[in-house]
């Protein structure tokens, strides 16, 4: 129990946390990038110190073919955090959700092209879904959700990144983030010197100053929650508790800051609904069997 309200917990801060980026809307997309990037490091290295993990950063970070992985996973991170942030401050909230709830499905096609699994039927079904999904929200919105698309895919992406770096989940975001550090480092330059940046967006007050450098905070705390988690929760119950994250997004999109939802679009939403069902039920039949099967006696 103590995994599983670790992993509720991480997910429901995660998808929560949309609120605290909407507070920060008067700032600029990529200079939030910047200062989530720098303030992120300074927590994780604080971590990483503290856990007495920083050796295993060092060696990867030395190692030619992991420090490449790590690199194309930062890269895929920055894609994420600044396509997720930028869609946030623009009232783009639904299209989040979207994304979350299209990026396991994206993971399964990553799996078939990339890595040669075999589909089974109800898997080709969810991917059938998943398609109609996007062109039933391409003619809600009237274009393709571009957002959704990104975010889904990113994220997915990196997933498969992250399978081939041999780091736990806070060692390889600190090392990401280290790799990210001297463009953040950049951004943040610029943003306290150029006109209509974080100075003049933040104002004479200090509250929009510590929403800023919360932000890495911010980034962290869900992080060790599900680091905490993932040793202790079996991953077939790991993945629905996930879709808190979009449906925590979708909420706020739709109920909090009042986005359009047609019922065009609603539809599109259902059918990524219905897929991930039918994907975790398989799933979690498939884990039955085997653990009946293990637990068989040998004949």
Known sequence: MVGIRSAVLAYTMWGGFTAYWKLLSDFAPADLVGWRVASATGVLVVLLVARGTWGNVARALSDAATRRRLALASALLAVNWSTYVFAVVSDRVLETALGYFLAPLITMAIGVVVLGERLTTTKRVAATLAVASIVVTSISYGAIPWVAVFLGGSWAWYGLTKRRVPLGPVD????????????????????????????????????????????????????????????????????????????????????????????????????????????????????????????????
């Open 172 to 299: 390889s975001l600190g090392s990401e983030v280290l790799l990210l550090m001297p463009f953040a480092t950049l951004v943040v330059a610029i943003s306290l010197w150029r006109d209509g940046g974080v100075v003049d967006s933040a104002g004479p007050g200090i509250g929009p100053w510590l929403l800023l450098l919360g932000t890495g905070l911010i980034t962290a705390a869900p992080l060790l929650l599900f680091a905490h988690a993932a040793k202790r929760v079996p991953f077939t119950l790991f993945g629905p508790i996930g879709w808190l994250v979009p449906t925590i997004n979708l909420l706020l999109g739709w109920i909090a800051y009042d986005e359009s939802m047609p019922a065009l679009r609603l539809i599109g939403f259902a059918l990524v609904w219905v897929a991930l069902i039918a994907v975790a039920l398989e799933t979690v039949r498939a884990e039955r069997g085997r653990s009946t099967a293990m637990g068989a006696p040998a004949r």
